[in-house]
């Protein structure tokens, strides 16, 4: 029989950056030493494996508890959405030319940037939020970019593309 996710289908989606000083990282990284083999509420987060709602249940050290737990403060939160079937196909067309161009799949940055750009719906940081026709505007990346690294706009692209992808059969309706 399969279990059943943890997650509410019908969560707004939200990625909180690694790197967000709202995380207790202290915490975090006790927890991983003491059980590195364990599905760590954060760790099945930053997977996919929750569909990026933060506040999916999860068992660690005989607790329930979910990955919004872990932040101690406000953290910039990106709302994402999934991509349309039509932008996956694109997409995943793009990353088969990026690997075959580059060998290990150095031009994924480009794709990831376009998944951003496509799957995110909104900030809750302060950086001004636009889009048209539901796609992100360079100015919005930009601020994006500047206001939380270079890296940024990849992670949330990444996020965007795990978002993405078909549902599990435990997803499935039965």
């Not at 694109?90 to 951003?116: M, Y």
């Not at 809750?124 to 970019?145: N, P």
Request: glycine content about 8%; hydrophobic content about 40%.
């Amino acid at each position: 029989m399969r279990k059943p996710p943890q997650h509410a289908l019908d969560a707004t989606p939200v990625y909180v950056l690694h790197t967000d000083p709202a995380w207790d990282n202290d915490r975090i990284e006790r927890e991983l030493e003491a059980d590195p083999e364990g599905q760590h509420p954060q760790v099945a987060y930053y997977s996919g494996a929750t569909r990026f709602d933060l506040h999916a249940p999860a068992q660690w050290a005989g607790e329930e508890t979910s990955a919004a737990e872990y932040l101690t403060g406000r953290a910039a939160r990106f709302e994402l959405r999934r991509l349309t079937v039509h932008k996956i196909a694109e997409i995943r067309d793009d990353i088969r030319r990026a690997i075959n161009r580059d060998g290990a799949g150095a031009g994924l940055a480009a794709v990831f940037t376009k998944c951003a750009k496509h799957g995110l719906a909104g900030i809750s940081d302060g950086v001004e939020f636009d889009s048209r026709a539901g796609v992100v505007t360079d100015a919005t990346l930009g601020q994006i970019y500047d206001e939380h690294g270079p890296d940024a706009i990849e992670a949330i692209g990444a996020a965007v593309w795990r978002l993405s992808q078909p549902l599990s059969d435990a997803e499935k309706r039965p």
